[in-house]
């Protein structure tokens, strides 16, 4: 007694009285109601009361009167006991807790014996497969089963279960009226003190809607609006696919660029909705024109490119592309009218005698084209390779470049970043110039390809990097402090083994620079080209504070499942998209999917190519508010940075957007 009240025994046993003052005012009029009852009928009493300890905590007790009565039957005391019931409150509040969640969650759940039989579910299992308590209990989950896993896929989740003990990810079931649906399932084994399974739990959530919403991301992603053909980011992942099958199976591999000859005439005088007829009817037609496994792909306004597999050699293709141009010029009726174009090809054929990527062979068959149109149009050219290699003469060479490094010749240019609506400048984009001494300011367009495949990319890439931490001190020094400066860094440089110990010892020669202010540009198709290697390269800089982004996004296959295992902060849009949104529907619906896949995986979307006012306010509607181009600002060298960052201000109709306001913009 004394414990359960925190009173020390010295003081003695409390009367009636005393006691009642250990209690709360509602405990103590219950306990003098009881004790009276006693006295006056010799009725026994049991109380749950709250106690108040010394220090003002409230703890519950067990209570119990008893009357005693004398020979003549009258009460004369009362004997009872106390019980401290702490501790059992606080289990049956975990067992109402329990029983709560288990009743209310929004969550399906099952439990089943250890053998699989269904012992118990919730309310919103019921509600999510449609089944009753009855229907299930002691039915084993298989009555759910959809058959679009196989056996492989349950030995390895009960492999996991009987393993670690735990298994999660997604599911595909069936529900009582027969729909198939997708559910995000966790199933956890209960077990004993000696590690035996009793039961399993498993939790469950519908994430059909979420399925259908990444469809229709990917799809947007991967296809063409108009069309429904492939877009060039779908178009890139079967080009690679194609190349590694004609390798392996020893083929050639066609690639054949197709531009429509006549096609703008149509939409001038006749207007967009009978070029999209014409567009999506000769779409239709080249396709049915090709074989199954043959690849025809959109890149946008009339141009189209079709991948040819499985040719034994070069005059295969003969046929199919003589069926492609017929295809292309028969009339196609629009109302009253009858509309005719022709088609230019350009041809190019892999493998070949030199390692060829597959950017190469669509410049070569977009090269191809163009003297299809010279000659005369209606009609296929094949790529001349001899006729390449002298339009590539005015490149420099591998040795002039490494001079230029020693020279000291490159110079950095930065371009600035924004928030276009909040006016603040969020960082800047280091970008490499050759300071020619005969040709002057060089583009890196015009060295970089040079070195791309050589060792020498590496030196000239940690020379970037280096170059941008001074230059970040010396804005430091002078009282600017952008949030983030980036640097691009190319497949060469990111796929050496030791690239974050390199990275490492250059930010070491800059102790002034906190890492978390340096970002990785890395275009999709380098991050792509080894996922693994990658992945870790981007987790071991995120340790040390230096963050990625993904440039050119939607250039390559832009894949949910990249995106989910690469821990990149920002996505950049391509330029090439921005560009034309305001004319090409295509690629406006592409920058909307890819602004909605960077929202559904929480990651940072900023557009470059930014290069008027119109761009800028469009892709506030979007969504999109960081941004960088010529309609904000051209690369300047470092020292202007700080008198462009003091005196830039956003338009006023960037500032005065409202967020709120989510019209998709129209193009014409």
């Not at 939790?203 to 060039?232: G, V």
Request: glycine share 8%.
């Amino acid at each position: 007694m004394f414990r359960i009240f925190g009173r020390d025994p010295a003081l003695g046993t409390p009367n009636l009285q005393g006691q009642a003052a250990l209690y709360t005012p509602q405990s103590t009029q219950q306990l003098y109601a009881a004790v009276n009852l006693a006295v006056s009928e010799g009725t026994p009493y049991e109380l749950e009361l709250m106690t108040v300890q010394p220090d003002g905590e409230l703890r519950p007790c067990f209570v119990m009167g008893f009357p005693e009565r004398d020979e003549r039957g009258r009460v004369v005391r009362l004997a009872g006991l106390v019980q401290d019931i702490t501790q059992r409150m606080r289990e049956e509040e975990k067992i109402r807790l329990a029983a709560s969640v288990f009743s209310h969650a929004r969550e399906g759940i099952t439990i089943t014996t250890a053998s699989g039989t269904i012992v118990d579910i919730n309310d919103a299992f019921t509600r999510i497969t449609g089944y009753s308590r009855e229907e299930v209990i002691g039915q084993n989950p298989r009555v759910l089963k959809s058959g679009r896993q196989d056996a492989a896929f349950y030995a390895a989740m009960w492999g996991d279960l009987t393993g670690l003990g735990h298994w999660s990810g997604e599911v595909w079931n069936r529900r009582k009226n027969g729909e198939v649906y997708a559910e995000l399932l966790t199933i956890s084994a209960v077990r004993d003190a000696q590690g035996i399974t009793q039961q399993y739990v498993a939790l469950f959530s519908d994430i059909t809607t979420i399925k259908e919403q990444q469809n229709q991301l990917e799809h947007i992603a991967h296809f063409d609006a108009l069309t429904d053909l492939p877009n060039r980011v779908l178009l890139a992942d079967r080009l690679q696919q194609a190349m590694a099958h004609a390798q392996r199976r020893q083929k050639q591999l066609a690639v054949t660029y197709l531009d429509l000859d006549g096609f703008k005439a149509i939409n001038d005088h006749h207007g967009h909705e009978a070029g999209d007829h014409v567009l999506v009817t000769l779409a239709h037609r080249m396709k049915q024109a090709l074989r199954e496994g043959d690849t025809l792909a959109r890149l946008g306004g009339d141009e189209f490119v079709a991948v040819l597999i499985d040719m034994e050699d070069m005059a295969a293709s003969w046929p199919m592309l003589n069926r492609l141009l017929e295809a292309a010029a028969q009339p196609v009726q629009w109302d009253d009218l009858t509309l005719q174009v022709s088609a230019s090809l350009g041809v190019t054929f892999y493998p070949q005698s030199q390692d060829i990527d597959a950017d190469q062979l669509l410049r070569q068959a977009d090269q191809a084209m163009y003297q299809a149109k010279v000659a005369g149009k209606n009609r296929y050219q094949i790529f001349n390779a001899v006729q390449d290699r002298d339009l590539r003469g005015h490149h420099e060479s591998l040795e002039r470049v490494r001079l230029a490094l020693e020279n000291r010749e490159f110079v950095l240019y930065f371009q600035p970043k924004v928030n276009m609506r909040s006016g603040q400048v969020i960082g800047a984009e280091a970008l490499i110039r050759w300071q020619h001494p005969e040709k002057g300011l060089l583009a890196p367009a015009e060295f970089l390809p040079v070195i791309e495949d050589h060792a020498l990319a590496v030196d000239v890439g940690e020379w970037v990097i280096d170059q941008t931490l001074t230059q970040m001190a010396q804005w430091q020094a002078n009282g600017l402090n952008l949030a983030q400066v980036s640097v691009n860094v190319g497949a060469r440089q990111l796929q050496q083994g030791d690239f974050v110990d390199r990275l490492k010892r250059i930010l070491a020669r800059h102790p002034q620079i906190n890492p978390v202010h340096l970002q990785m540009e890395v275009l999709e198709t380098s991050a792509l080209s080894d996922m693994a290697q990658v992945s870790q390269v981007i987790e071991e800089c995120a340790q040390m504070g230096v963050m990625f982004a993904l440039d050119d996004f939607g250039t390559g296959y832009s894949s949910l499942t990249y995106l989910k295992r690469l821990r990149v902060a920002l996505l950049k849009i391509d330029q090439s998209f921005v560009r034309d949104m305001l004319e090409d529907p295509d690629d406006l619906a592409i920058l909307q999917g890819v602004i909605g896949l960077a929202a559904a995986f929480k990651r940072q979307v900023i557009a470059e190519g930014v290069e008027t006012i119109e761009h800028g306010t469009a892709l506030l509607h979007l969504g999109c508010e960081l941004a960088q181009g010529y309609g904000i600002a051209r690369p300047m060298p470092g020292a202007d940075i700080p008198a462009w960052v003091a005196a830039w201000r956003p338009d006023g109709a960037w500032s005065e957007f409202n967020s709120l306001d989510d019209t998709v913009p129209s193009v014409g």
